[in-house]
């Protein structure tokens, strides 16, 4: 059998048994409570603990899906680190190196650029990056100048479960229109050599039709004499070739060492 065993009560106290009973009942409610309280906090625990595991799964499978391999070549202009009591941030700010440029090599560039700053380490109180922010532009020049004129950014905050890439849709139409007007080296030696070849009264284009109309002449001459093909008979085509197609070059004063670029040109823009 269990007792209860109720103090004695000192001089000028007036608690009664039924007092004594009740503060007992809060004592036991208080402790209840707590408990409860403390499974609670239990429980956040865990689900904060699935969330971020599930954020990490889905930022897993976002990498393994994501292009990677295709990206455009760039330089690092700056990473800007900030830290505070409840976020560790990274800010880089790259320029490409390259003026050959699409959508998929701007995201493979971004994401590229991601991974590594994943592993960003310079925090007092921090292991890695909670907050991620990539702004890439065409050149140097807008990195330092023109920090809004970006052409591509990616962003990776706390609350999201994998980084968000966006587009200037109206700069990359630009630049693509720019890229499409603009001469190549080809296309200016072209024009250089097209203007020597008219002060002959001729073009690169008409020299190069002659000089397939000689190729094919020399194949059958051979093909006469040699009907059998073999060494032989690819040896007297080059010969004749080289022979039919220097009198042309020499006809208009071209100096046979432009002979490839001919051929090159030729075979690039005459139609």
């Not at 050149?139 to 970006?150: G, V, Y």
């Not at 905050?157 to 229109?177: M, V």
């Not at 000089?211 to 094919?216: A, T």
């Not at 008979?233 to 220097?246: A, G, I, T, V």
Request: aromatic share 12%; charged share 25%; glycine share 2%.
């Amino acid at each position: 059998m269990c007792y209860l065993k109720v103090p004695k009560l000192k001089p000028g106290m007036k608690q009664t048994l039924a007092e004594l009973f009740s503060d007992i009942n809060i004592i036991i409610k208080m402790g209840i409570q707590s408990l409860k309280l403390n499974f609670y906090f239990i429980i956040l625990i865990i689900l904060s603990s699935c969330n971020n595991d599930n954020k990490s799964l889905e930022e897993e499978s976002y990498f393994a899906k994501a292009n990677l391999k295709e990206f455009a070549a760039y330089k690092i202009l700056k990473t800007e680190p900030f830290e505070s009591s409840y976020k560790a941030q990274v800010i880089c700010y790259a320029y490409l190196t390259t003026d050959t440029i699409s959508k998929s090599k701007l995201e493979g560039t971004l994401n590229k650029i991601y991974l590594s700053l994943r592993k960003y380490k310079n925090f007092k109180n921090y292991s890695s990056p909670t907050s991620i922010s990539v702004y890439l532009y065409t050149s140097r020049e807008k990195a330092i100048n023109l920090q809004e004129s970006w052409i591509a950014m990616l962003s990776k905050s706390p609350s999201e479960n994998q980084p968000i890439i966006s587009f200037d849709d109206f700069k990359l139409t630009a630049h693509e229109s720019n890229e499409r007007n603009r001469k190549s080296a080809d296309d200016l030696l072209f024009e250089k050599m097209n203007r020597l070849f008219k002060k002959q009264n001729t073009d690169i284009c008409t020299i190069y039709k002659i000089l397939y109309d000689i190729e094919g002449q020399t194949i059958k001459q051979a093909d006469k004499k040699y009907p059998d093909f073999g060494v032989e008979h690819l040896e007297y085509q080059e010969k004749l070739y080289k022979q039919e197609s220097k009198n042309l070059l020499n006809k208009y004063a071209i100096n046979d060492s432009l002979l490839p670029y001919i051929n090159v040109f030729g075979s690039k823009y005459c139609k």
